[in-house]
Nanobody, 118 residues
Framework: QVQLVESGGGLVQPGGSLRLSCAVSGSIATVVAMGWYRQAPGKQRELVAKITRGDRTNYADFVKGRFTISADSAWNTVYLQMIGLKPEDTAVYYC????????????WGRGTPVTVSS
């Protein structure tokens, strides 16, 4: 099994920066991709950024140029570096693992809240 624990959220002023971390444990070798998603109050959860084995990345248009997803070499930790934060980035940020063991399924972390406000 794979377990995910997010950290690094908090309160930041507009224009500020945060780095979120997702600690990955368990059967890391079964993880084929990792993603960061967010859910703002009253809105659906949406993809922010994704990274696959081989370090291919893709980003939602609304974060391109501001957010960067990365993983350490062992995929023990996946990061989301966020700069130029805006009030509309306020949300709970979730880490998701796509796992393949005979079939593909998803595992979610519990989320870390990010509030962008002056």
């Amino acid at each position: 099994q794979v377990q995910l624990v997010e950290s690094g959220g908090g309160l930041v002023q507009p224009g500020g920066s945060l780095r979120l971390s997702c600690a990955v444990s368990g059967s890391i070798a079964t993880v084929v991709a990792m993603g960061w998603y967010r859910q703002a109050p009253g809105k659906q959860r949406e993809l922010v950024a994704k990274i696959t084995r081989g370090d291919r990345t893709n980003y939602a248009d609304f974060v391109k140029g501001r957010f960067t997803i990365s993983a350490d070499s062992a995929w023990n930790t996946v990061y989301l570096q966020m700069i130029g934060l805006k009030p509309e980035d306020t949300a709970v940020y979730y880490c998701k693992a796509e796992v393949f063991v005979s079939t593909q399924f998803e595992i979610w972390g519990r989320g870390t809240p990010v509030t962008v406000s002056s």
